[in-house]
């Protein structure tokens, strides 16, 4: 036996109520604008904190740029001081070599002079065969006597400087 049919089936479909699809559709419209929302808000934000961290970092940038060249001028400077220090420095060197030189000069001619003066200057003088550039004069070979090291090299000066160069004894 067969079923009655239902109502339902029988029944011809009733057209949709326009308030009630109106009330669906806005239903899911709000739904779908508070997902949206919720979504959007959250990327609004970052892309807020994106551009604010954009330009806080072109400010740095600049900054940055206008130290550097600041450092830059300042190490030019300290480089030319470095540099004018170490220019004095290597004269002042030269000063106190070229002293050097007097000083031991000097002994050599003190040296020298006193023993053309015959003074007793701890030295002892031989006659010895020389063939130099002093036709006639034979310069003193000096020999140190147990007197010290200072004045060894100045004897060995006068020695060498009697043998190489114009210097007369007289």
Do not use: C
């Amino acid at each position: 036996m067969s079923a009655p049919p239902s109502p339902s089936q029988s029944e011809p479909p009733q057209p949709p109520d326009p308030r009630r699809t109106a009330e669906a559709k806005a239903a899911v419209t709000a739904h779908l604008t508070a997902i949206g929302n919720l979504h959007t808000s959250a990327l609004e934000t970052r892309v807020s904190d994106i551009h604010n961290n954009t330009i806080a970092i072109s400010k740095q940038e600049d900054e940055i740029v206008k130290q550097t060249k600041k450092l830059a001028d300042e190490s030019r400077k300290h480089q030319k001081v470095a540099d004018d220090a170490a220019g004095k420095l290597k004269e002042l060197g030269d000063i106190q070599n070229w002293a050097e030189v007097l000083e031991r000069d000097m002994l050599v001619i003190e040296e020298a002079l006193k023993m053309g003066e015959g003074e007793d200057s701890g030295w002892e003088t031989e006659e010895a065969d020389y063939e130099g550039d002093y036709p006639g004069s034979r310069p003193p070979i000096v020999k140190e006597n147990d007197k010290g090291k200072g004045k060894a090299a100045a004897k060995d000066e006068v020695h060498s400087r009697s043998k190489n160069s114009d210097f007369t004894m007289l």
